[in-house]
């Protein structure tokens, strides 16, 4: 790998990960290399203005465009550096600096030593696990009565992206609103949901919302779509897993109050208004994730983040040999 121009963000208003960003940046600089860098948070985007201001990456990297980007802080940093980079084919090296539970991030110790991982990256000494994404458009159905102004589509007609999850729900500022929406799996319909709404996830998202809505594990190794209702209710509602060409379709059937979201890794997206639907599906780019990490393993990371394999009550495994025997 080529380290010519890097994107490093961090995680808005978290002083340690800003700390970290500028320390990489003056040591990057060092080594004649251009970096772009700004806060990655609620109220702050810097990929559109990093992405228009090396118009040539996706036609021209790396001899032209840009090779990596460093996201210093949490799993929210890195989702939102996946859903703007994805597309553009850069790859992610995501530092736990400042977050929570940190399922796609490196630890910290893994990233400090940054003359060992100049010399990682610049040797191509590091794995890159690739993860499915879904994307998402608003189709139209045949309306009864006019409706308000939809709100535009991303910009350039591009799909909403989402490494985690696409949920339909409503929001209200004073009130807990129940949804009524109906699924159509390859224009078929399957059932109607009564209840908080919908999360439509990859297997990197199953270990994320969807996993405490009741949902099941996927590994990130597979391709498939989880649908989980939120809180419904009916018994009989279930999640259902689904192969990797289905289109997930969902419309929103009872709305007076038009307060029906569409919301793609926890970010709000646009309003869903009756008469619409939601068209999910496997996106056509995947996230990149740089794995410097030599003993990496998802089963040791699902242990550790979710307190796996005796985290209140011990056994001796006597099965497996000591360390040294």
């Known amino acids: 790998m080529q380290l010519k121009q890097v994107i490093i963000a961090h995680k808005a208003g978290e002083p340690s990960s800003q700390q970290l960003a500028e320390h990489y940046a003056r040591l990057l600089e060092s080594r004649d290399c251009h970096v772009l860098m700004g806060p990655s948070g609620p109220n702050d985007n810097p990929y559109p203005v990093f992405l228009a201001s090396v118009p040539q990456a996706i036609a021209q990297r790396p001899q032209g465009g840009i090779d990596l980007a460093l996201v210093f802080g949490g799993d929210g940093t890195a989702l939102a550096a996946a859903r703007h980079l994805a597309p553009a084919g850069i790859p992610i090296l995501a530092a736990n600096a400042g977050g929570h539970l940190g399922f796609l991030t490196e630890p910290l110790d893994q990233v400090q030593d940054l003359e060992l991982v100049f010399d990682r990256l610049t040797n191509d000494r590091f794995a890159v696990q690739r993860r499915m994404m879904l994307q998402a458009v608003l189709g139209e159905g045949n309306l009864p ?25 409503p929001a209200s500022a004073d009130r807990m609103l129940t949804s009524v929406l109906e699924m159509e799996i390859d224009r078929e319909v399957v059932d109607q949901y009564q209840g908080d709404g919908l999360i439509v996830a990859t297997p990197t998202g199953s270990t994320c919302y969807t996993v ?12 498939a779509i989880v649908v989980t209702p939120l809180c419904p209710l009916s018994l009989s509602s279930r999640p259902i897993v689904l192969p990797p060409g289905s289109t997930v379709s969902i419309w929103p059937l009872h709305d007076h109050d038009l307060s029906t979201k569409l919301w793609t890794d926890g970010v709000l997206a646009t309003s869903i208004w009756p008469g619409q639907r939601v068209d999910i599906q496997v996106a056509d780019c995947q996230a990149q994730f740089i794995i410097l990490r030599e003993n990496y393993s998802y089963y040791q990371t699902l242990r550790e983040k979710l307190q796996w394999a005796g985290a209140r009550i011990r056994y001796n495994n006597l099965h497996r040999p000591e360390k040294g025997s």
Do not use: D, W, Y
């Not at 405490?212 to 391709?223: E, K, V």
């Open 145 to 169: 009565h006019p409706r308000p102004h939809t709100p535009a589509q991303p910009t350039s007609g591009a799909p909403f992206l989402a490494l985690n999850e696409m949920c339909v729900k």
């Open 212 to 223: 405490a809505a009741g949902g099941p594990i996927l590994h990130p190794g597979m391709t």
